[in-house]
């Protein structure tokens, strides 16, 4: 497999995409509501043609899992789009939103493109080859104990309905860290934690174009990726935790209910 031409290929995706949200950041002609608090716009919509328009052309062949549109069968290569992950922030005209695309072959994530439109930050992370950060190569922070620790975590959009149980792991973090930060995008979050601006995260409820991406970069800069129980983390799952490995046990403990 040429993982250059997918580099190629996934970049130019995400360029495509963070395009479109550029030209409507500010503005918004249409917002509707998938759930109570689930957002979708105009530019999800169209980031989301334009990045699977890219991807189309290259790869005829090849399979697509996007929020927005859903599944298009195919081969068992696989590309998993968010046109536009921190969709509440965009509309509320806070610049902490992204294009986050993975390549997978039979459900193995072998790339990620994450890029942030407004800050012109673009993660890369390819199975093997490591993380970079702009082009130049990123690693997870070297802090080991969690008192020196920033933390990132996410809260669903169902949180009405385990909110008790959100807050008791948010307060035991808050409380054991240097703080606790709520960014409102877990593929950016992913990639705070491999570039070193965060020791750890977590979060439930997230989706598979959530966290592929980042998932994979993030691994590739040295983070320990697992549910909440330790196991082994697939795009699959429910929940996550990503850390600098350093204090993964310790955040695990803190998550245990």
Avoid at 45 to 59: C, D, G, K, Q, W
Wanted: proline residues 3%; contains cysteine.
């Amino acid at each position: 497999m040429d993982m250059q031409r997918i580099k190629r290929v996934g970049v130019a995706s995400a360029v495509n995409g963070a395009k479109e949200l550029r030209e409507h950041f500010g503005k918004l002609r249409s917002v509707r509501k998938k759930e109570a608090i689930d957002l979708v716009t105009d530019a999800d919509l169209r980031s989301e043609a334009a990045i699977i328009e890219t991807i189309a052309r290259a790869f005829p062949e090849h399979a697509i899992l996007a929020e927005e549109s859903g599944i298009r069968e195919g081969s068992d290569r696989r590309w998993i789009i968010d046109p536009l992950d921190g969709t509440t922030n965009f509309v509320h005209n806070l610049p902490l939103f992204c294009v986050s695309i993975a390549f997978a072959v039979a459900d193995e994530v072998l790339a990620g493109f994450v890029l942030a439109p407004l800050t012109g930050e673009l993660f890369v992370g390819l199975k093997g080859e490591g993380a970079q950060l702009n082009g130049t190569p990123i690693t997870v922070s070297d802090k080991a104990v969690l008192t020196d620790s920033l933390l990132v975590t996410g809260f669903p959009y169902d949180h009405q309905t385990l909110f008790e149980t959100l807050m008791a792991r948010f307060g035991r973090c808050l409380a054991a860290s240097q703080g606790v930060r709520r960014l409102g995008s877990a593929a950016l979050d992913l990639c705070y934690v491999a570039c070193g601006r965060f020791e750890g995260f977590w979060e439930q409820h997230l989706k598979p174009w959530d966290t592929a991406a980042g998932f994979i970069i993030a691994s590739e800069a040295g983070a320990r990726t697992t549910v909440f129980s330790g196991a082994p983390y697939c795009i699959d799952d429910d929940e996550i935790a990503c850390t600098n490995d350093r204090i993964h046990d310790d955040l695990l403990k803190l998550l245990e209910l």
